[in-house]
T-cell receptor
Framework: NAGVTQTPKFQVLKTGQSMTLQCAQD?????MSWYRQDPGMGLRLIHY???????DQGEVPNGYNVSRSTTEDFPLRLLSAAPSQTSVYFC???????????FGQGTRLTVV | GNSVTQMEGPVTLSEEAFLTINCTYT??????LFWYVQYPGEGLQLLLK?????DKGSNKGFEATYRKETTSFHLEKGSVQVSDSAVYFC??????????????FGKGTKLSVIP
């Protein structure tokens, strides 16, 4: 079972560049979310979606955009990368019945 | 709002020692509680969960009991192994909150077990 797949695993960007972090799940989960993990901060919610066509902001949304055109995919876009966005990014999915969230392997992003 | 507080790390233990990682929470309703584990270089995996008061979650020798009266969900293991070295996150999901699929995480506790 693939579960939640994130690409790429590693990325280095220059300040001002844009990029998209990909996330796909094959479990037909309604709910998908993006977190960033920083030392001493735990995981903080960036954006989430409760279904195709529906997205909303989390705790730290500035500098990021999302869309959800299909149930399976939930890409995260960095519009103009800044060094403060250097972090490890995790995508997660869950469904209405099972309270467990399934996480991808993460994307380690460095902005120089 | 909801919040999770867990003990600061890092925690270093010898193999076969007893482990406790404290976790307390604040929530408006009756949340579900979780412990997630992150091994080096990997994503988070669910370790155990409890969905109502007095429930005990258990997995791989780890246990945690949902204590509503003390708003706590402490993680315990009787005898740790080197392979338990990881970062442990306590988290809650509040079904009464708008956007109720969201997880609120503690900051994580890094555990190192030495032979």
């Amino acid at each position: 079972n693939a579960g939640v797949t994130q690409t790429p695993k590693f990325q280095v960007l220059k300040t001002g560049q844009s990029m998209t972090l990909q996330c796909a799940q094959d479990m037909n989960h309604e709910y998908m979310s993006w977190y960033r993990q920083d030392p001493g901060m735990g995981l903080r919610l960036i954006h989430y979606s409760v279904g195709a066509g529906i997205t909303d902001q989390g705790e730290v949304p500035n500098g990021y955009n999302v869309s959800r055109s299909t149930t399976e995919d939930f890409p995260l876009r960095l519009l103009s990368a800044a060094p403060s966005q250097t972090s490890v990014y995790f995508c997660a999915s869950s469904d209405r019945v099972n309270t467990e969230a399934f996480f991808g392997q993460g994307t380690r992003l460095t902005v120089v | 709002g909801n919040s999770v507080t867990q003990m600061e790390g890092p925690v270093t233990l010898s193999e076969e020692a007893f482990l406790t990682i404290n976790c307390t929470y604040t929530a408006t309703g009756y949340p579900s509680l979780f412990w997630y584990v992150q091994y080096p270089g990997e994503g988070l995996q669910l370790l155990l969960k409890a969905t109502k008061a007095d429930d005990k979650g258990s997995n791989k020798g780890f246990e945690a009991t949902y204590r509503k009266e003390t708003t706590s969900f402490h993680l315990e293991k009787g005898s740790v192994q080197v392979s338990d070295s990881a970062v442990y996150f306590c988290a809650l999901r509040d079904p009464y909150r708008a956007g109720s699929y969201q997880l609120t995480f503690g900051k994580g506790t890094k555990l190192s077990v030495i032979p």
